[in-house]
């Protein structure tokens, strides 16, 4: 049972490119989020998921595409990376009905340079 | 969601208890009392949830007052694990949509 996986770990892109967070999870949660992370901020959410199929806007959501087709899936689109988008970025899950009790991934550090 | 209040920061000796506030003036009465950690570099970890009663697990202990605008997380014994920063939400129970995050109490723990 692995939880909840981010990859990649660590990422560098040049402004104007794009890319796909990955995040997993094997606990069957319906419910999937991204969060980003700022030096000296909190977590900020930019899109969630209440299951397949299912998408809707955080805080944060300009700049940034999801998509919910299974639901151990949730990736996270960057289509033309800027740099203000550096940030550590953070996927969390919970089941329905326990949204107090999240689950949060490692964390995907990404800099645009 | 209400509104919660938070010291930016706090500092406590290693052995001892470590008690961090929150202000939640704006309260309502559908709305629960949650408690995250997030140490650096991982991701967020929920700790406690409570309504009005106190509560305790493992991890901490949840005072809630009487008139529910204010709450203290306590670590009975904290080590130099538990600097982290604390944030305080409050929220309706099963409501399956964002949870927002503050800025949180950036606890040192002091050894």
């Known amino acids: 049972n692995a939880g909840v996986t981010q990859t990649p770990k660590f990422q560098v892109l040049k402004t104007g490119q794009s890319m796909t967070l990955q995040c997993a999870q094997d606990?069957?949660?319906?419910?999937m989020s991204w969060y980003r992370q700022d030096p000296g901020m909190g977590l900020r959410l930019i899109h969630y998921s209440v299951g397949a199929g299912i998408t809707d806007q955080g805080e944060v959501p300009n700049g940034y595409n999801v998509s919910r087709s299974t639901t151990e899936d949730f990736p996270l689109r960057l289509l033309s990376a800027a740099p203000s988008q550096t940030s550590v970025y953070f996927c969390?899950?919970?089941?329905?009905?326990?949204?107090?009790?999240?689950?949060f991934g490692p964390g995907t550090r990404l800099t645009v340079t | 969601d209400a509104k919660t209040t938070q010291p930016t920061s706090m500092d406590c000796a290693e052995g001892r208890a470590a008690n961090l506030p929150c202000n939640h003036s704006?309260?309502?009465?559908?709305?629960?009392v949650y408690w995250y950690r997030q140490i650096h570099s991982q991701g967020p970890q929920y700790i406690i949830h409570g309504l009005k009663n106190n509560e305790t697990n493992e991890m901490a202990s949840l005072i809630i007052t009487e008139d529910r605008k204010s709450s203290t997380l306590i670590l009975p014994h904290a080590t130099l694990r538990d600097t982290a920063v604390y944030y305080c939400?409050?929220?309706?129970?099963?409501?399956?949509?964002?949870?927002?995050f503050g800025k949180g109490t950036r606890l040192h723990i002091l050894p």
């Open positions: 606990m069957n949660h319906e419910y």
């Open positions: 704006t309260i309502s009465g559908n709305e629960y």
């Open positions: 969390a899950t919970n089941l329905m009905g326990r949204s107090y009790e999240q689950y």
């Open positions: 939400i409050v929220r309706p129970l099963n409501r399956d949509d964002k949870i927002i």
